[in-house]
């Protein structure tokens, strides 16, 4: 099993910043690849970005391209998400995902609880 508790949502004004991050901890040697993804209310949830544990390798929506960063410590078993330029559509409780493989779709085996995320106009 995989544990994974998300942290560092909040409220932030449009045009503003956060950085989310997921503590991971039990049979972590066992997963290859983090992912982040978010819902919005009445929406599906949607992949946002991916990261291999491994070499690092970095996918993600082209709705965060150059406005997201994601990235792990692989010491502390950390993966964050840093979010900037901030708007209102990225308003969402947004998911820390764990798996075998880096995918953009919702396919992985373990999930955190999610962390809200806000952003006023």
């Known amino acids: 099993q995989v544990q994974l508790v998300e942290s560092g949502g909040g409220l932030v004004q449009a045009g503003g910043s956060l950085r989310l991050s997921c503590a991971a901890s039990g049979r972590t040697f066992s997963m290859s690849a983090m992912g982040w993804f978010r819902q919005a209310p009445g929406k599906e949830r949607e992949f946002v970005a991916a990261?291999?544990?491994?070499?690092?390798?970095?996918y993600y929506a082209d709705s965060v391209k150059g406005r997201f960063t994601i990235s792990r410590d692989n010491a502390k078993n950390m993966v964050y998400l840093q979010m900037s330029s901030l708007g209102p559509d990225d308003t969402a409780v947004y998911y820390c995902s764990a798996g075998t493989t880096a995918t953009m779709t919702p396919e992985y085996e373990y999930w955190g609880q999610g962390t809200q995320v806000t952003v006023s106009s």
């Open positions: 990261i291999t544990w491994r070499l690092g390798i970095t």
